[in-house]
């Protein structure tokens, strides 16, 4: 039952879940996310790791980047199943379809460029 409850948990924040919708779009950087969801950069980073623990989001590091995407969910069944059908769900709600607009005109380049 605890794998079960982590899940759910997970998915119990709002911003938990658009982020997990934002990364069905495409892997995404920490900065993309905080600019997309409009929160602060260890709020993103918190928001990571209870995904990540959850075993519904996975993280690589390429050269400079490290790039955040959903997992196929093998750490647990919960997660898999959810993930699933996390694919079906929301895309209708108007935040989520803001965000996907929002989304298209990020740049991680020009975020990290102003950053500097």
Same mark, same amino acid.
């Given at each position: 039952?605890?794998?079960?409850?982590?899940?759910?948990?997970?998915?119990?924040d709002?911003?938990?879940? =658009?982020?997990?919708k934002?990364?069905? %779009?495409?892997?995404?950087c920490? !900065?993309?996310?905080?600019a997309?969801? *409009?929160?602060?950069q260890p709020?993103v980073?918190?928001h990571?790791?209870?995904?990540?623990?959850? *075993?519904?989001?996975?993280?690589?590091?390429e050269g400079?980047?490290?790039?955040?995407?959903?997992t196929?969910?093998?750490k647990s069944?919960?997660?898999?199943?959810l993930?699933?059908?996390l694919?079906?769900w929301?895309?209708? %709600?108007?935040?989520?379809?803001?965000?996907?607009? =929002?989304?298209?005109g990020? !740049?991680? %380049? %020009?975020?990290? =460029?102003?950053?500097q």
């Amino acid at each position: 039952m605890k794998d079960f409850i982590k899940v759910m948990k997970a998915l119990s924040d709002p911003n938990r879940v =658009k982020l997990l919708k934002l990364l069905q %779009e495409k892997l995404m950087c920490v !900065c993309e996310i905080q600019a997309a969801l *409009g929160i602060a950069q260890p709020t993103v980073s918190k928001h990571l790791k209870i995904l990540e623990d959850a *075993g519904l989001v996975g993280h690589k590091k390429e050269g400079l980047w490290v790039n955040y995407f959903l997992t196929d969910g093998r750490k647990s069944p919960y997660a898999a199943t959810l993930l699933g059908q996390l694919k079906h769900w929301l895309d209708t %709600e108007p935040e989520i379809t803001a965000l996907h607009i =929002k989304l298209s005109g990020i !740049c991680r %380049e %020009e975020i990290c =460029k102003k950053a500097q």
